[in-house]
């Protein structure tokens, strides 16, 4: 396992779910029941799970980076093991629970949209217990992906993780992605709101976790929480909020790039605004180069395998529009 001398400072420490991708790309990736084959056009074994891929990004990006998550012991948790070894990310924190099989999801990719299939597996054990005090006390950042899926595990101790970031000088962030329950949360992660520098739900998930039918009500519902949010737009770029100042991150006009995969985009999107805050970039800063590295990764299949460099992402992000307000 990768492992940062166990005294240096820490760039970003990022929490969540580590699990291989069996991305599936095609025109028409939809399974017919019946015994029915279908030809796609690719078949791949890719990094996945949200924490994992904003850790390969943000490594990518320059950070120094250490990821904490469990695995099964088995032939899918060496395989997550050898990718974010490779990627230069500080594994040696992640849990491996023999008996217990490694998480696993299946994307179904066309274009833009998609559809995902996750087994949990082993990645709803981890607890804020299986996270080493030293490391919260070494990062400059902590960030944790995919909250619903490990809420009843690590959502417990999550306020207090955060607590303890906050008070070692550390900022924090949260991305909860899906309910696959269709809850959206409750006072257990509005208590971790409370201690969350910035959430980052894309439209769809702040609408929901918001409880609020458009936008423009959903965002002020969850600034009113605590924390500064930044809405994830896709190809529209990203709105900003900051107490009452909003910001709106534009693609520039007349974009051809061909997106590939959005597997992902997200994720490294979270990545490249963790970097630019980081490195000491205003928020509509940041997001904009969160725009610029989640675009880069569309041009491949699989979350990571088009992360850019920080120089690439640098030029990207300048390209692209800071406009005050909605609009």
Not at 40 to 66: E, F
Not at 146 to 175: I, K, M, N, V
Not at 195 to 208: I, K, R, S, V
Not at 283 to 309: I, W
């Amino acid at each position: 396992m990768t492992e940062i001398e166990p005294t240096a400072a820490l760039d970003l420490l990022v929490v969540g779910d580590c699990n291989p991708d069996v991305l599936v790309v095609g025109d028409d990736v939809s399974p017919e029941f019946g015994q029915h084959e279908k030809l796609v056009d690719s078949i791949s074994l890719v990094a996945g799970g949200s924490a994992s891929i904003t850790a390969i990004a943000a490594a990518r990006l320059g950070l120094r980076v250490a990821l904490v998550a469990v695995v099964g012991a088995d032939p899918a948790g060496e395989f997550m093991l050898g990718l974010l070894t490779a990627a230069g990310v500080d594994t040696a924190s992640i849990r491996v629970r023999p008996g217990v099989a490694t998480g696993m999801t299946v994307a179904l990719s066309h274009g833009s949209d998609r559809a995902i299939i996750t087994a949990t597996g082993a990645m709803t054990s981890l607890t804020a217990c299986d996270i080493p005090p030293d490391l919260v006390r070494r990062a400059r950042h902590l960030h944790v992906s995919s909250y619903f899926l490990l809420e009843q595990s690590l959502g417990p101790g999550l306020a207090r993780l955060f607590a303890q970031a906050h008070a070692s000088g550390a900022t924090t962030s949260l991305d909860t992605n899906w309910d696959p329950a269709g809850r959206w949360g409750g006072g257990q992660l509005r208590a971790a709101l409370a201690h969350t520098d910035l959430l980052l739900p894309n439209e769809t998930e702040a609408l929901h976790l918001s409880g609020e039918p458009t936008l423009r009500a959903a965002v002020p519902a969850l600034t009113a929480m605590g924390a500064r949010v930044v809405v994830k737009l896709g190809a529209s770029g990203a709105l900003c909020a900051d107490g009452n100042e909003f910001h709106r991150i534009e693609q520039p006009a007349g974009r051809t790039d061909s997106v590939v995969d959005t597997t992902g985009a997200g994720d490294c999107f979270n990545a490249g605004l963790i970097t630019g805050l980081l490195r000491g970039l205003d928020l509509p800063a940041a997001a904009r180069l969160g725009c610029a590295t989640g675009s880069a990764s569309t041009r491949a299949a699989g979350g990571t395998s088009a992360a850019p460099s920080l120089s690439v992402a640098l030029a990207l992000a300048d390209a692209m529009n800071i406009r005050p307000g909605w609009h």
